[in-house]
């Protein structure tokens, strides 16, 4: 039996969820968002909760019924306080500002990257090492955050790159004489 699975996801005040055609919505203060329901897990609002079971007693309910209720609560977290992912910079020149509704980065290539924001997702520099993205959808905010890291990912010798605040870079240490 699926520990997470067996806990139901609370409603919060402002908030709203519906099932219709083979979906979830959940409405609240800082927007929608949907999930498409699985066959394998049958999805059920009894007041002010929403529980989540497996359908059968197939290996495959099983094994999604955890995971679906974590994207349940995910989608209720999201439309209540939403997700931020922070990016710290590290290195000589290197840099990032949003310009409009493109982030330029300037990583040590010959060029500056612009990488254009996705709609949903708002980010922000508070200075010129660190970039912070947020929104709703937690896949989104996590995906946007690893194409960003993805240009120039920290190194082990310096730790020059873009890195995820609180992430740890194992150091190696350099070429003896």
């Known amino acids: 039996m699926s520990r997470i699975g067996k806990k139901p996801v609370p409603i919060p005040g402002g908030v709203s969820a519906d099932i219709a055609n083979g979906t979830l919505t959940v409405k609240g203060p800082k927007g929608a968002l ?6 394998e897990i049958s999805y059920s609002i009894e007041g002010e909760v929403i529980v989540v079971k497996p359908a059968n007693d197939s290996k495959q309910a ?6 679906q209720r974590t994207l349940v609560d995910n989608l209720v977290t999201g439309v209540t306080a939403g997700y931020t992912k922070v990016l710290e910079i590290t290195g000589v020149g290197y840099r990032a500002n949003v310009q409009g509704n493109n982030l330029k980065l300037l990583l040590g290539y010959s060029h500056d990257v612009d990488f254009a924001v996705p709609e949903g997702i708002e980010i922000k520099t508070p200075d010129n090492t660190t970039i912070e993205i947020s929104g709703i959808d937690k896949q989104k905010v996590g995906q946007v955050a690893a194409e960003i890291r993805r240009w120039r990912k920290p190194e082990p010798y310096k730790g020059k790159g873009i890195k995820y605040r609180g992430e740890f870079i194992f150091r190696k240490e350099g070429k003896k004489k």
Do not use: C, E, K, N
């Open 62 to 67: 099983r094994a999604f019924w955890g995971m």
């Open 34 to 39: 949907t999930l498409r329901m699985r066959d």
